[in-house]
């Protein structure tokens, strides 16, 4: 069974810093992974996906993550903060073969001004 | 191209209740999934349904049920309503496929007194 762990339910950073939201995953198999962000009262929006091309993925707002296997990690990067980039991020992994998507608990970010 | 929609965005219920909710997927995908986001927590997978029927599902109760009609919207029925029940609603939309996203809706929030 797959399951992604998220290192901190909540990190703090000042605007212009850098942002780094961890995310570690267990699987017997080769995973996709994915990052969602949740505003208040919103939906889950994708950030990006890893599905195997390439292991240094690029998503939307400047975000991006690398897939490490020797780590089981897929770690959620961005070189600098925005205001509007507090909200709560999710990792989640599934696998070929099966439905669903397995999230982590979550990880809530503030940017402090 | 239109997103994926959910209704309502608000409901109360009492124990005991009935409720259902709705979604209607993003244009030209075939496959809806559900998962529940209690407060605080990552969406945890009800079911998925793919050309009408169930193709997954979670942990969750039978009185947790489905329905996919022929233009892929689909149904989440809850029976019995337990105070427990209280939580964020969420449909995601996607192709059929290994690794495909998942694009989620707005969610419903249900409220169970």
């Known amino acids: 069974a797959q399951s992604v762990t998220q290192l901190g339910s909540h990190v703090s950073v000042s605007e212009g810093a850098l942002v780094l939201l961890r995310c570690n995953y267990s699987?017997?198999?080769?995973?996709?992974l994915f990052w969602y962000v949740q505003y208040p009262n919103q939906g889950l929006q994708l950030l990006l996906k890893?599905?195997?091309?390439?292991?240094l993925v690029k998503g939307i707002n400047g975000f991006e993550a690398e897939f490490k296997k020797s780590e089981t990690s897929f770690h959620l990067t961005k070189p600098s903060a925005h205001m509007s980039d507090a909200a709560e991020y999710f990792c989640?992994?599934?696998?070929?073969?099966?439905?669903?998507?397995?999230f982590g608990q979550g990880t809530r970010l503030t940017i402090n001004p | 191209e239109t997103g994926v929609t959910q209704s309502p965005t608000h409901l109360i219920k009492t124990r005991g209740q009935q409720v259902t909710l709705r979604c209607s997927s993003q244009?030209?995908?075939?496959?809806v999934s559900w998962y529940q986001q209690a407060l605080g927590q990552g969406p945890q997978f009800i079911f998925q349904?793919?050309?009408?029927?169930?193709?997954g599902r979670g942990n969750f109760p039978p009185r947790f049920s489905g329905l996919q009609f022929p233009n892929y919207s689909s149904e989440l029925n809850v029976n019995a309503l337990e105070l427990d029940d209280s939580a964020l609603y969420l449909c995601?939309?996607?192709?059929?496929?290994?690794?495909?996203?998942?694009?989620f809706g707005p969610g419903t929030r249900l409220l169970v007194l």
């Open positions: 244009s030209g995908h075939n496959t």
């Open positions: 995601a939309s996607s192709l059929a496929g290994v690794g495909e996203t998942q694009y």
């Open positions: 890893y599905t195997s091309a390439a292991t």
């Open positions: 349904y793919y050309r009408e029927e169930e193709n």
């Open positions: 699987s017997s198999v080769p995973p996709y």
């Open positions: 989640a992994v599934t696998v070929s073969g099966a439905q669903k998507l397995v």
